[in-house]
């Protein structure tokens, strides 16, 4: 079955490390995102990609940064930089010329710092 | 001034109500509407998108749109106890023919009780 799949589920970090989230995609969409969801806050766009070896900002790209050697791979890194990381960090790919419904959204990781 | 408002609830009804979930917006460049289904720790799911004001029916589900008041709601039917979840609306702009921008309401929770 096509899918997304993150992982991991659950990741813990300590003060000052760097964290990588990892997004990957059966799914032979060109488009992938990562959002960031807090209690009270909806989902908020860090990263969007439309190409391989292409990537732009979103909302919040401040702390984050992402790669995109790969139309399958969309990792996300949490740096150091980032003041506030813990959430529930989503992935999700598009179908292309669908408008915005064609999102497919990854089970999630959550992230917590220790 | 948030770009779309979603009343937060938590709405709790007896199974077999009616519930209406609502939203409003700002951005009259938002072309495609969603409504998301997100159970406790899972991504969210896509129940219907719609593209202009008017109705548009999927079972027991009914989504509504009024670009002029910019207000799209959600009716449920008949609600069960497996509707009990976390209810997101979502608006798109397209920024290229691969890829659509995303922005979520914070998201009701619903619970339907025996």
């Known amino acids: 079955d096509g899918g997304i799949t993150q992982s991991p589920k659950y990741l813990f970090r300590k003060e000052g490390q760097n964290v990588t989230l990892s997004c990957e995609q059966n799914l032979n969409h060109d488009a992938m995102y990562w959002y960031r969801q807090d209690p009270g806050q909806g989902l908020r766009l860090i990263y969007y990609s439309q190409i391989v070896n292409d990537f732009q900002k979103g909302d919040i790209a401040e702390g984050y940064s992402v790669s995109r050697e790969k139309k399958e791979s969309f990792p996300l890194t949490v740096t150091s930089a980032q003041k506030n990381p813990t959430a529930f960090y989503l992935c999700a790919s598009s179908r292309p010329g669908t408008g915005g419904y064609g999102y497919t959204f990854g089970s999630g990781t959550r992230l917590t710092v220790v | 001034q948030k770009e779309v408002e979603q009343d937060p609830g938590p709405l709790s009804v007896p199974e077999g109500a009616i519930v209406s979930l609502n939203c409003t917006y700002s951005?009259?460049?938002?072309?495609?509407f969603m409504w998301y289904r997100q159970y406790s720790r899972k991504g969210p799911e896509l129940l219907m998108y719609?593209?202009?004001?008017g109705n548009k029916e999927d079972g027991r589900f009914t989504a509504q749109v009024d670009k002029s008041s910019k207000y799209i709601s959600l009716f449920i039917r008949d609600s069960q106890p497996s509707d009990s979840a976390t209810y997101l609306c979502?608006?798109?702009?397209?920024?290229?023919?691969?890829?659509?921008?995303?922005?979520f309401g914070t998201g009701t929770r619903l619970q339907v009780t025996l």
């Open positions: 951005n009259s460049a938002f072309q495609y």
């Open positions: 719609t593209y202009s004001s």
């Open positions: 979502a608006m798109s702009v397209v920024v290229t023919g691969t890829a659509s921008k995303l922005t």
